[in-house]
C-alpha cells in the first residue's frame, strides 16, 4: 500500500469570482503531522475547506488514498474517512459533551471509544454532562477534535486548533496530537502559532498568496528560519 494518503495537484479554487487558490500542489504520507503555515488570507483555511469539498468551485486534483475527490459532495468525503474540525469549532450548544461525542456516525471502523476519549481529554470527562454552551474555549476544541476521533476517521484536517486558547490548554492539545500521532493518524494541521506547529509536525509547508512557497522536513527547521522570519515574521 502507498504511504501517500492525501495528495493535492495544481489544487485551484474560488470564492465566487474570487480566486483564492492558485495551484496548491502538496502530499501528505501516512502517519505523518503536517504543518501549513503562511499569513492570514493566504489561503490556508481554504485548502482544507476545498479538501473536504465545502468550497464547491474547485479545479485540478485532491486525491485521497488514491481517490480524486475533487467531484465529490461533502457528505461523501467524510464518510471516506477524513475528519474536518473547522476553526469555528461546531459544536452543538444545547447537547452535552457525551451527546456531542455520540453525534457524528462511524465511517469506519477503528474509532476511539469514549472510554479512550476521556483518557484523551480528562477536562471532557469530568464535564461529560455539561452542555456545550458550558464549556471553556478549550475544552470546546478539545470537544470538537474529539468528537471526530470516535467516528473511525483516521485522517485529521484541524484548522488554527490554538487560536485564542491559554498556554496550558495549548499544552494539552499539543500532547494530545503527540498520542494521536504515536497511534498512527494522519494530521493536517493549519496553524499560526509556529512554537506550537515546531513542537508537533513531521513536515511543514509554507503558503504565499494562493500557492506552496515553500515545502521542508521538522529537520530542516532550524536551516530555515530565516526564510520563515521573512514570509512569516516569525
Known amino acids: 500500500m502507498s504511504s501517500r494518503v492525501l495528495e493535492l495537484e495544481n489544487l485551484q479554487a474560488w470564492y465566487g469570482e474570487?480566486?483564492?487558490?492558485?495551484?496548491?500542489?502538496?502530499?501528505?504520507?501516512?502517519?505523518?503531522?503536517?504543518?501549513?503555515?503562511?499569513?492570514?488570507?493566504?489561503?490556508?483555511?481554504?485548502?482544507?475547506?476545498?479538501?473536504?469539498?465545502?468550497?464547491?468551485?474547485?479545479?485540478?486534483?485532491?486525491?485521497?488514498?488514491?481517490?480524486?475527490?475533487?467531484?465529490t459532495p461533502l457528505h461523501r468525503v467524510a464518510h471516506k474517512g477524513l475528519g474536518f474540525v473547522p476553526e469555528e469549532r461546531g459544536i452543538f450548544a444545547t447537547l452535552t459533551v457525551t451527546e456531542n461525542l455520540m453525534l457524528p456516525p462511524k465511517v469506519a471502523a477503528g474509532g476511539m471509544s469514549l472510554d479512550e476519549i476521556f483518557a484523551l481529554f480528562p477536562n471532557l470527562h469530568e464535564r461529560r454532562n455539561s452542555p456545550g454552551t458550558k464549556l471553556s474555549g478549550g475544552e470546546q476544541q478539545m470537544l470538537a477534535i474529539a468528537r471526530i476521533l470516535r467516528t473511525g476517521a483516521d485522517v485529521l484536517l484541524l484548522d488554527e486548533p490554538t487560536e485564542g486558547l491559554a498556554p496550558v490548554i495549548v499544552q494539552k492539545i499539543g500532547e494530545a496530537l503527540g498520542t494521536l500521532r504515536a497511534r498512527g493518524m494522519t494530521i493536517v494541521l493549519v496553524e499560526q502559532n509556529f512554537r506550537f506547529a515546531a513542537k508537533v509536525s513531521d513536515r511543514f509547508y509554507v503558503m504565499d498568496h494562493g500557492r506552496i512557497a515553500l515545502g521542508f522536513p521538522a529537520s530542516e527547521l532550524s536551516a530555515r528560519m530565516d526564510d520563515l522570519h521573512e514570509m512569516l515574521g516569525v
Open 18 to 71: 474570487s480566486h483564492i487558490l492558485h495551484g496548491v500542489d502538496l502530499h501528505v504520507d501516512r502517519g505523518e503531522t503536517v504543518t501549513i503555515l503562511g499569513r492570514n488570507g493566504m489561503g490556508k483555511t481554504t485548502t482544507l475547506r476545498s479538501i473536504m469539498g465545502v468550497v464547491r468551485k474547485r479545479t485540478g486534483a485532491i486525491r485521497f488514498k488514491g481517490e480524486d475527490l475533487i467531484r
